[in-house]
C-alpha cells in the first residue's frame, strides 16, 4: 500500500478538494480541507482510501470530541445554555459518522441531493 501521505492525496483528488459533508471547495478563506480517517487508526482503520474522506477543518473538528468544543467556541456559551449546546454537538457528532460510515456510493448520492438543494455544486 502506499503512504498514508498518497493516500491523502489521491482521497483529495477523488473528492476534488470538497468537504464530504457541508460541500465547502477550496480555497475556502481562513480553512482548511483535511483527510479524515473515518474508523480511527486507534481504533484499527486502515490507511485504505476507502476509510478516508475530505473534510474541512470545521466539519472534521465536529467529529473528533476533542477538538469539537474549542472549534466552535463552546467555552464562549452561557453556562445556563452549554448543556444544550453539548447536546447539539454530540448529535452533530453521531450523524456525522453514521453518514461517513455510509458506502461512498450512498454517500454521493445523499450529497448530490442535499448540496442540490442547498445551491452547492459538486466540482466536477
Known amino acids: 500500500m502506499a503512504s498514508l501521505r498518497t493516500q491523502k492525496k489521491w482521497v483529495r483528488i477523488r473528492d476534488i478538494q470538497q468537504c464530504q459533508i457541508c460541500g465547502k471547495v477550496l480555497p475556502v478563506p481562513f480553512e482548511r480541507i483535511e483527510v479524515h480517517h473515518i474508523i480511527y487508526r486507534c481504533n484499527g482503520g486502515s490507511d485504505e482510501l476507502e476509510n478516508l ?72
Not at 477538538?67 to 464562549?76: D, V, Y
Not at 457528532?93 to 442535499?114: A, M
Open 53 to 124: 474522506v475530505t473534510l474541512c477543518d470545521l466539519c472534521h473538528a465536529v467529529v473528533h470530541s476533542h477538538m469539537g468544543p474549542a472549534w466552535i467556541g463552546l467555552s464562549k456559551v452561557p453556562t445556563e445554555k452549554l448543556e444544550q449546546s453539548e447536546q447539539i454537538l454530540k448529535q452533530a457528532q453521531e450523524e456525522f459518522e453514521s453518514y461517513l460510515r455510509l458506502p461512498i456510493e450512498e454517500r454521493c448520492r445523499i450529497q448530490n441531493e442535499l448540496w442540490s438543494q442547498w445551491g452547492i455544486m459538486r466540482n466536477v
